[in-house]
């Protein structure tokens, strides 16, 4: 049953029905995810008013928020789970933690209740993220991995256009209307929950678990977890490869998502209102790219050549306020371009080579631990965003344009030819060339010694 279960999960080219709704139920991770982060994001500087908090109390709650601290931790807690027990197991408690913390930051009256709600969602969101993500992976086919990735980033963005709208509905009601918006993702997470109550466990999780058993390995004693994620140079390369495309790019994207309606308004002299107009506008144009570019496209073509055109996109949209004054002129010119440019660009291909580089054992795990060092790493960033923007904005607009330019070579340079490839093959083929390059450097300190 497992040798015939594994081939014809090889042999899949087109995704079924059954197959499109879970990836459906999966997604909502990422609409909750966004959306908590947006949602905070459209409050900050009504926060920060209410509560008078400073710069270092606004960059410490950004830090700690889903955007960055908490959810790395989540995520390096969730993806050991999903690859111990089963993808779906986390899906048991998640958003019921999500819950309770939305629940702290709607009732909110004092600074230290607004923290705990902020890391309980960003500690719920982490643990969903590498199980949801590794399951969307381990049920799409070899021909529409791509484009269920895809699928998962539409509601990664369609999350912050619904909530964005939301706010500017509800602007004129001030914290109210920003609790509002929490208590919309509280009722979307519950249902979500329930929903996600029947949602089958990944056939490749369980080929891999019954072969190693059969291989008389058993589990114990084998490494699993974040050693093994760097037993190979194919998996160090990898997770290498995916923390600097990624991780470099996401100071980028998490100081335009966070602090973005915050900068129109303390430095581009922006309303409320229009700051989340502007934004809003960000986040649907990368919906319709992602619809109709990386979904139809990325299993088709080749991804260096989408990934390139998104990278020059993106560093032409930050250059223009390294060299204009910031108004709303220039806030839509750059919100075009990166728009735009986030539907194909390094977010979704994140999304789909972080499943595709790892053996189906440790595939969790290893995005968790990305995902972890990633938004950490934004963590420790976000602490200096609101003071790097008094300080000067064109200086942190000329960093982060950098950031992109760094982000964008490495990708262009350094990404994997997975496009229209089952899981297993990409495997084989990683664990082939691995043992070519121990063979050939072994060969070589072989010689070099005679």
């Known amino acids: 049953m497992t040798a015939k279960a594994s081939d014809?999960?090889?042999r899949e080219e087109v995704a079924t029905r059954e197959q499109w709704k879970w990836t459906a139920v999966a997604s909502m991770a990422n609409y909750i995810d966004a959306g908590s982060i947006v949602a905070g994001g459209s409050g900050l500087?009504?926060?920060?008013?209410?509560?008078?908090m400073s710069n270092g109390l606004i960059g410490m709650l950004g830090a700690f928020s889903s955007n960055a601290i908490s959810a790395g931790v989540g995520a390096l807690i969730g993806g050991r789970i999903c690859d111990v027990y089963g993808r779906k197991k986390i899906y048991a408690w998640d958003l019921l933690v999500y819950a309770f913390g939305i629940l702290w930051i709607i009732f909110a009256v004092k600074m230290w209740m607004l923290f705990v709600g902020y890391v309980l969602v960003g500690l719920a969101v982490g643990a969903d993220v590498p199980a949801s993500w590794t399951l969307i992976a381990e049920l799409a086919p070899k021909r529409s991995r791509g484009k269920m990735s895809g699928f998962a980033q539409v509601l990664w963005n369609l999350g912050p256009v619904i909530t964005l709208?939301?706010?500017?509905?509800?602007?004129?009601?001030?914290?109210?209307?920003?609790r509002l918006l929490f208590l919309h993702l509280l009722v979307l997470a519950m249902v979500t929950w329930a929903m996600r109550r029947g949602v089958v466990e990944s056939e490749r999780w369980r080929v891999a678990v019954q072969r190693e058993r059969e291989s008389n390995k058993g589990m114990q004693g084998k490494r699993h977890g974040i050693q093994e994620v760097f037993a190979s140079r194919a998996n160090v390369g990898a997770f290498v490869f995916?923390?600097?495309?990624?991780?470099?790019?996401?100071?980028?994207?998490?100081?335009?998502?966070?602090?973005l309606p915050f900068i129109l308004r303390t430095v581009g002299s922006e309303t409320q209102a229009t700051s989340v107009e502007l934004q809003c506008f960000n986040f649907l144009l990368t919906v319709l790219a992602t619809i109709f570019v990386f979904m139809p496209l990325n299993d088709r073509v080749n991804r260096r050549g989408l990934f390139a055109i998104s990278s020059v996109f993106q560093v032409t949209a930050f250059l223009l306020?390294?060299?204009?004054?910031?108004?709303?002129?220039?806030?839509?010119?750059?919100?075009?371009l990166y728009g735009i440019a986030f539907g194909f660009g390094q977010q979704p291909f994140f999304q789909l080579w972080s499943g595709e580089l790892f053996p189906t054992r440790i595939r969790s795990t290893a995005q968790g631990l990305m995902f972890a060092v990633v938004r950490i790493g934004l963590?420790?960033?976000?602490?200096?965003?609101?003071?790097?923007?008094?300080?000067?904005?064109?200086?942190?607009?000329l960093i982060l344009t950098c950031m992109l330019a760094v982000s964008g070579l490495i990708g262009v340079t350094f990404a994997p030819h997975t496009e229209g490839k089952s899981l297993e093959e990409i495997e084989a083929e990683r664990l082939a060339a691995s043992h070519e390059t121990y063979l050939r450097t072994n060969t070589s300190i072989h010689t070099s010694s005679k």
């Not at 976000?382 to 200086?395: E, N, W």
């Open 242 to 259: 995916c923390i600097l495309m990624y991780g470099i790019w996401n100071l980028v994207a998490g100081t335009n998502g966070f602090f």
């Open 165 to 178: 709208l939301l706010a500017l509905a509800l602007s004129n009601l001030g914290l109210l209307g920003i």
């Open 45 to 52: 500087s009504l926060w920060a008013a209410h509560f008078h």
């Open 321 to 336: 306020f390294v060299f204009f004054h910031l108004n709303t002129t220039i806030a839509l010119a750059n919100i075009v």
């Open 8 to 10: 014809q999960l090889e």
């Open 379 to 397: 963590g420790l960033w976000s602490f200096f965003v609101p003071i790097l923007t008094a300080v000067g904005f064109h200086k942190l607009a």
